[in-house]
């Protein structure tokens, strides 16, 4: 009888692979051979998923988006009630912060990709749908969070969410070149929230 393959879990592993050579040394050498000898498959696996290097990386790209929201959603989940507006904010920025292995190995993706992105017009698509649809969620929740009162009124949640996703990018470079602990990078985040939601009290 026919092995069983599961096809999604084969592109999973294919991605995973790719997401570990892209952490370690960028994108522009690794071949459809590296990524497969990296997933211990054969390269005719690989290619009967993906018939280009660039189909692999858009397919890595957007598995490593899904697990890093995926990560969020559950981390807000376990709260087991509805999170304030703060506690949202911060649980984003914190994902995105490269303070776990897996963290540390998204950012390190992101970079490999945002470079391979500025000569890739479909990666760069990828980048221009993504990053605005979290800015407008973000957005959306500091809004509501003004009706609330939890966030003072002259604040501007476009503006305020624009800001916010470029704060962990800067703290996370501080963090893989050494200059910068976690507890530190965790402490600028708080302060930032600070100055952002100010004394405002729900309503």
């Given at each position: 009888m026919p092995k069983q393959v599961?096809?999604?879990?084969?592109r999973t592993q294919i991605a995973e692979?790719?997401?570990?050579?892209?952490?370690?040394?960028?994108?522009?050498?690794?071949?459809?051979?590296d990524v497969a000898a990296e997933a211990g498959?054969?390269?005719g696996a690989v290619q009967h998923y993906f018939k280009s290097k660039e189909q692999m990386l858009l397919h890595a790209m957007d598995h490593v988006t899904k697990r890093a929201g995926e990560r969020i959603r559950t981390a807000l989940m376990a709260r087991g009630r509805r999170p304030s507006a703060?506690?949202?904010?911060?649980t984003v920025m914190l994902e995105m912060l490269a303070l776990t292995e897996d963290s540390r190995?998204?950012?390190?993706?992101?970079?490999?990709?945002f470079m391979r992105a500025l000569g890739s017009p479909e990666l760069a698509a990828m980048y221009r749908e993504w990053w605005p649809e979290l800015e407008r969620w973000l957005a959306d929740e500091l809004r509501a969070a003004q009706e609330t009162g939890e966030l003072p009124p002259d604040r501007d949640p476009a503006r305020e969410a624009e800001l916010l996703l470029t704060v962990p990018d800067g703290l996370s470079v501080g963090l893989l070149l050494g200059h910068r602990t976690g507890d530190g990078a965790i402490a600028a985040i708080d302060y930032y929230l600070d100055r952002l939601f100010g004394t405002a009290e729900p309503s």
């Open positions: 599961d096809h999604e879990a084969r692979a790719l997401l570990r050579l892209a952490s370690c040394g960028g994108l522009e050498a690794v071949s459809l051979r498959i054969s390269m703060r506690e949202i904010v911060r190995m998204e950012f390190l993706t992101h970079l490999a990709f």
